[in-house]
């Protein structure tokens, strides 16, 4: 693209922007694409764009007054309490980040003895960002404990003798505290949890390249079966046993395999969850220990003593009502995840502040339960670029991921277009002919970021960690923690209540101690829910894995669906288990928008797309009558909740095979944020009109309307990044295609400046 075409387009953008601001900032949530957008001119660390949250959108206060879950405070009251903090009553630890690590630490912190007074803050939903956005799995780390074998037997072992012992023994203390937090977790939290097995299939008895970077594991194939009991001896022998599956039994469990991929297979078991369930019941088990903790409640600014730097508390604003307090506690935790820099960007400092995380995405996509038949997942070890890929059966679909790219961490959940490729492509490598995997299999995808974590205040020649760091600012006071994974959410909470209360302060307690539902759980409690309620097998036993004894609350709030059976339980799209209970009782447990319900209190979103879409309006409704919503709250609300599902790259109509030809994601989506000069997130006919008119492309309304639709893959008059993506990357006859390929030159776009157009 030339640079004075870029100009006009930047220019016609900005001519709409004043406008197009002052139409956005009437809406109630303003739609995260929107904000990342509107903000996007200002200040940036290291790449990361610090956003002002709701603040500056002239958001109208509306009650939230709403009961919370029996015996524990509403929301409401939790603002209350927050709010009342002083300088002369502070809070012990306050937390900022309501992922598993946030919320964790204000468990552990409220759990322990000695009346530790506890606040917790989250500016989104409490697991809004990755903590909702796993794998599923509760896995004890059988790559790390195959890399750390490939290391010790590398020639560095001859080199560097000591430091290589040191490498390996840490790696497998690592995999020790995976299994030990795993059997915490199956063992304490069944409610929660449960085992899945998987199945990696053979097809030589050799690999070549060897996977895990060492020739020996060129024999892996042969090798593996005694790995794997390897594997579940460093867990004590307490999960399910691995085994050998031989030739025809493997062929009669997964007859989409391609024949010639399987010798044998070697099965072995991980523990799953339902992550944002389980990250909501590690809040509600703060709550229920007395922590004082919501959602939706952001950091906007830090408060110090006189000095100018040791931390004393925090200034923050309630993002359903833009009032705006004060919160003072004698240590302040950062726990923000891939955010983690955003927020240390708030305190006080007189030089540069120095990157503590970076972010690296992974892409998940769901695909119909087929995939994964018998309820037994797949796990391909040695991917095109050396990559682990998970087949895994997930609330009766198939979960397959994860890719691994670096990249800075957004809100949306939208994945890049040629990452959702190559998965279907690794995918492809598995299925036997007659059954390929098609684009427009995919039901809903997504990704998530690890935040990659290294400690800026260590002193010089300090070990790096390989797993989580919490590390204190020794000017502000200011403990951050980053890094880990789900497996270790109660080890890195406990390691940083250890370093606020020091060696002599009171223990932890969370390894003796069931999150909350836990109590009144039994295997048999989804039968009971059937014979009391009338409920659905189905419905009762999700109810029953994902609230636990906390089932029983949610449904006295059922109605009845006036059908013989189920007597109760209105489900709120059909083929789904989710209900209008589930609705009215997560407004109990803080939720506040349609969002919340359809991606983390229901996974809807994360399964199904068009599912999800199609819940929005019952949702809403129930919604409205539980938080007492006015009828153009219900209407932003709805706005919000399609716009925010959109960024779900679910199914596209037809059997798309695409290649990102000539480009990749961000040329892409710079183009398309060029066209896009209302900031809808979507384009429509006058903005394709309006680029042909920019580049002197002479379109009659005819060809207008062609053009259009063939860029319209869902027919719903509005084009997303991920449909106009496929348009763009697949080979197009369609003049005008062929003359706006010919005008625009989409390779020349990152030297051109890259970033945002209005960067």
Same mark, same amino acid.
């Given at each position: ?33 929107? =904000? +990342?957008? &509107?903000? #996007?001119?200002?200040? @940036? $660390? /290291? ?9 500056s959108t002239g958001q109208a206060s509306y009650p939230i007054e709403v009961s919370g879950p029996e015996g524990l405070p509403s ?79 590398? =020639? +560095?072992? &001859?080199? #560097?003798?000591?430091? @290589? $012992? /040191? ?353 009144g759980y039994s295997p048999n409690l989804s039968i009971q829910l059937i014979q009391k309620h009338g409920m659905s097998n189905d ?221």
């Amino acid at each position: 693209m030339s640079t004075s075409l870029l100009l006009m387009l930047r220019a016609r953008r900005m001519k709409s922007s004043s406008l197009c601001i002052k139409e956005a900032t009437k809406s109630l949530y303003l739609k995260p694409f929107i =904000k +990342k957008r &509107l903000f #996007s001119s200002t200040s @940036t $660390l /290291n790449g990361q764009r610090r956003d002002p949250g709701l603040a500056s959108t002239g958001q109208a206060s509306y009650p939230i007054e709403v009961s919370g879950p029996e015996g524990l405070p509403s929301r409401s009251e939790q603002i209350r309490r927050l709010a009342s903090s002083s300088s002369a009553s502070p809070y012990d630890i306050l937390v900022v980040g309501g992922g598993a690590t946030g919320c964790g630490i204000a468990f552990d912190a409220a759990s322990r003895e000695g009346s530790i007074k506890v606040a917790c803050i989250e500016r989104g939903d409490f697991a809004s960002e990755t903590s909702s956005r796993s794998t599923k799995l509760i896995w004890a780390g059988i790559r790390y404990m195959a890399t750390a074998t490939a290391s010790l037997l590398s =020639k +560095k072992l &001859l080199t #560097s003798p000591l430091e @290589t $012992l /040191n490498d390996f023994a840490g790696e497998i203390k690592m995999v020790l505290n995976c299994h030990k937090e795993r059997r915490y977790m199956t063992d304490k939290q069944r409610h929660l949890t449960n085992w899945v097995p998987i199945a990696i299939p053979f097809s030589e008895w050799h690999v070549s390249p060897a996977p895990f970077g060492h020739p020996i594991f060129g024999f892996f194939p042969v090798l593996a079966p005694f790995v794997l009991k390897i594997y579940d001896s460093m867990s004590g022998f307490t999960c399910p046993p691995s085994y050998v599956m031989g030739r025809e039994k493997a062929k009669e469990i997964f007859p989409q395999l391609a024949d010639r991929l399987i010798k044998y297979c070697a099965v072995f078991y991980e523990a799953q969850h339902n992550d944002s369930r389980t990250n909501i019941a590690i809040a509600m088990s703060a709550a229920e220990h007395g922590a004082d903790i919501s959602n939706y409640v952001e950091m906007i600014d830090t408060i110090t003593e006189d000095d100018g730097k040791t931390v004393i508390g925090i200034k923050v604003m309630d993002r359903m009502t833009n009032e705006k307090f004060d919160i003072f506690s004698k240590k302040v935790v950062l726990a923000g995840g891939p955010f983690t820099d955003t927020m240390r960007s708030l305190e006080p400092a007189e030089e540069e502040m120095k990157t503590a995380v970076s972010a690296a995405s992974g892409t998940h996509l769901v695909l119909p339960g087929y995939y994964c038949p018998q309820n037994i997942g797949l796990l391909d070890y040695n991917t095109s670029d050396g990559r682990f890929l998970f087949f895994v059966p997930w609330e009766k679909h198939t979960l397959v991921g994860t890719t691994d790219t670096k990249c800075p961490a957004e809100t949306l959940p939208a994945p890049p277009e040629d990452e959702v490729k190559w998965i279907l492509d690794e995918c492809g490598k598995y299925l036997s002919k007659d059954l390929r995997v098609r684009r427009s299999d995919v039901l809903s995808a997504w990704r998530g970021w690890r935040p990659l974590a290294a400690d800026p205040h260590a002193p010089p020649g300090a070990p790096v960690s390989r797993d989580h760091i919490i590390s204190e600012n020794p000017e502000t006071g200011v403990i951050f923690v980053a890094g880990g994974k789900w497996t270790t959410w109660r080890e890195m909470a406990e390691e940083a209540v250890d370093k606020v209360v020091g060696e002599d302060g009171p223990k932890a307690r969370t390894l003796d101690l069931k999150l909350f539902g836990g109590e009144g759980y039994s295997p048999n409690l989804s039968i009971q829910l059937i014979q009391k309620h009338g409920m659905s097998n189905d419905t009762a036993v999700m109810l029953a894995k994902t609230y636990g004894g906390r089932s029983w609350e949610v449904c006295e709030m059922s109605h009845p669906t006036n059908h013989v059976w189920p007597r109760f339980g209105k489900q709120i799209v059909p083929n789904y288990p989710y209900i209008d209970a589930e609705v009215r009782y997560a407004c109990k447990e803080y939720a506040c928008t349609i969002e919340d319900i359809l991606s983390r209190r229901t996974r809807l979103a994360f399964l199904n797309k068009d599912a999800a879409m199609n819940a929005i309006p019952l949702v809403a409704d129930i919604m409205a009558e539980e938080l007492r919503w006015t009828e153009d709250v219900k209407a932003e609300q709805m706005i919000a909740a399609q716009a925010y599902i959109e960024s779900y790259a679910g199914r596209i109509p037809g059997n798309q095979e695409s290649t990102l030809r000539g480009s990749n994601y961000e040329n892409v989506k710079e183009l398309f944020d060029a066209i896009d000069t209302d900031f809808s997130g979507f384009l429509d006919r006058t903005e394709v009109g309006e680029l042909a008119s920019t580049l002197g492309i002479d379109l009659s309304e005819m060809d207008l309307d062609t053009a259009f639709q063939e860029m319209d893959l869902n027919s719903n008059g509005r084009v997303d990044l991920q449909e106009f993506e496929v348009w763009w990357s697949e080979t197009n006859d369609s003049d005008f295609y062929k003359k706006l390929s010919k005008e625009m030159k989409i390779g020349d776009l990152k030297s051109m400046g890259g970033g945002t157009m209005l960067g």
